[in-house]
Every structure is written in C-alpha cells, then in structure tokens.
Nanobody, 127 residues
Framework: QVQLVESGGGLVQTGGSLRLSCAAT????????MGWFRQAPGKEREFVAA????????DYADSVKGRFTISRDNAKNTVYLQMDSLMPEDTAVYYC????????????????????WGQGTQVTVSS
C-alpha cells in the first residue's frame, strides 16, 4: 500500500515557476515508477511526465518538454515536478501517481496502468 500527497501548487503569473512535490509512504518507494498527470475542468486526465524507478529514464508530454523536469529522491520517498515558463494552458489539477509494474515502454502514459494516486494539487497560471 502506498499513499501519495502532493504539495506546491498555487497561483503564478505567466512565465513563472513552481515546484510540485509528491511524498509517498512505505519502504519500497524505489520499486515504483512515478508519473505526473493533470486534469483541467471538462477535460480528461492527461499525461505530463514519468520517471523510472531509479530515475535513469524520463519522458514528457510534448506540451511540456523543455519547460518541466521530473526528478525523484528515493531516500526521501519523494518525486518532484519542476515547472518553468508556465503558461495559462498549464492550469489544471496536478496528480502524482505510482506504478508498481515499473517503467515499461510507452505504457506509463496511460492513467489506468498506475496503482496509486494522490488527491491532486491545483496549479493556476494567470496572464
């Protein structure tokens, strides 16, 4: 069993930065690939970024490449999402997720393949 708690969301101006954190319970955090997803009102949950169990592999949605960076610190049971050059289109609730089956090719972009989810944190970007 894993519980995830996101933090770091808030209101920011266009061009600003935020760093989201996702703290996980348990002693086997390093056995999970981790992902970030986001959901805007009236839209489906979409993939943002993923990272492998040891942090050696990462992937990003095209919409955030070059602006967002996912990282993890397994000693702290925490995964991060550094968001730079934020735009109003980034406004959404951001969710952290854990994937017990690991970082398998391409499948980490599919929400239903993740085992545990946080409650989400709101990110709002204004002009």
């Amino acid at each position: 069993q894993v519980q995830l708690v996101e933090s770091g969301g808030g209101l920011v101006q266009t061009g600003g930065s935020l760093r989201l954190s996702c703290a996980a319970t348990g002693r086997t955090f390093s056995s999970y690939a981790m992902g970030w997803f986001r959901q805007a009102p009236g839209k489906e949950r979409e993939f943002v970024a993923a990272i492998s169990r040891s942090g050696g592999n990462t992937d990003y949605a095209d919409s955030v490449k070059g602006r967002f960076t996912i990282s993890r610190d397994n000693a702290k049971n925490t995964v991060y999402l550094q968001m730079d050059s934020l735009m109003p289109e980034d406004t959404a609730v951001y969710y952290c997720a854990a994937r017990g089956r690991g970082y398998t090719n391409s499948l980490y972009v599919i929400p239903n393949t993740y085992d545990y989810w946080g409650q989400g944190t709101q990110v709002t970007v204004s002009s």
